[in-house]
Nanobody, 127 residues
């Protein structure tokens, strides 16, 4: 069981930036896929970005955030980051990191593929 703890959320104006962090209890270059998800009030959970620790940090983004969000990792610190830029009000949501036993090629952005979840960190973007 991997414990995940997110931080870094907050309230910003549209166009602003935030950096979210996810600290994992265990995280190595052999770990399975790590992803960020978000869930806005009244909406389904949405996959945002994946990173493959076993794939040299190869990443993949949902179309809604590509070009604005950047996922990265620091294996030595067991930390996965999500840099949010050019934020929009529609980015307002609770953001979660999640880990899978599977590779990113298999897990993708489907929530059902992830078995460990953090408690979430709230991002609120005002217009």
């Amino acid at each position: 069981q991997v414990q995940l703890v997110e931080s870094g959320g907050g309230s910003v104006q549209a166009g602003g930036s935030l950096r979210l962090s996810c600290v994992a209890s265990t995280y190595t270059s052999n770990s399975g896929c790590i992803s960020w998800f978000r869930q806005a009030t009244g909406k389904e959970r949405e996959g945002v970005a994946t990173i493959s620790p076993s794939g040299g940090g190869r990443s993949y983004y949902a179309r809604s955030v590509e070009g604005r969000f950047t996922i990265s990792q620091d294996i030595a610190k067991k930390t996965i980051y999500l840099q949010l830029t050019s934020l929009k009000p529609e980015d307002t949501a609770m953001y979660y990191c999640a880990s899978s036993r599977m590779s990113c090629a298999v897990a993708g952005l489907g929530a059902v593929s992830y078995n460990n979840w953090g408690q979430g960190t709230q991002v609120t973007v005002s217009s």
